[in-house]
């Protein structure tokens, strides 16, 4: 039986997600570029490349073109959009130091995530069924439950973006008259709730990871 034709690297570079995967970053370059110019066109061009996220692992399983390479633009490309995001949110809410703790957790927790996961010779960082955590086993066990918590921070990121006035808002005050108006504040008190566990999570998952690490050195000095 012929093995199946080795791809060339300029055909992984090419695979259908990661052609997506550089159409996302194309739209984040536009629409960061013009966020505080038209925040509306910013937050479309956005949340068109949050849903490709989605849709190139859908097509990687779908067309069998799932790669390291990919993934790992994928990644990238989710925490540095992610961090500009909050960037930008602690320049124009007070206090900004919360958006900023927030972009260290997401970073530092997904980059011991990755490192633990090729230390300990797993394939995905998503492999945790051998976790302790059923927080942490539930969410990453659940593509929709994943989903739902991921969609959550991002849309209240968008949200909070819109609402600001200024450059100064202050972000309890925001939070609190968008809870008084009608339909906001059930989205709100939604997406809030998802963005919490999210938190929660990557919590969960740095502790975790930083666990692997630790183990890893001590089985070798044994």
Known sequence: ???ASRPS???VYLYIPNIIGYI???LN?????VCFENKKIFSLLYLISFVCDALDGWLARKFNQVSTFGAVLDMLTDRISTACLLVILSQVYRPGLIFLSLLALDIGSHWLQMYSTFLVGKSSHKDVKDSSNW???AYYGSRTFMGYCCVSCEVLYIMLFLLAENQTENLPAVLAAAAKQTGINI????VLFGCIV???VN???MKTAADLCVLYDINKKQ
């Open 1 to 3: 039986m012929a093995k």
């Open 9 to 11: 690297t300029l055909a």
């Open 24 to 26: 996302r970053v194309l």
């Open 29 to 33: 370059v536009v629409g960061f570029a």
């Open 135 to 137: 927080l942490f086993r």
């Open 187 to 190: 989205l709100l008190a939604f």
């Open 198 to 200: 999210k938190q929660l």
């Open 203 to 205: 919590v969960i998952q």
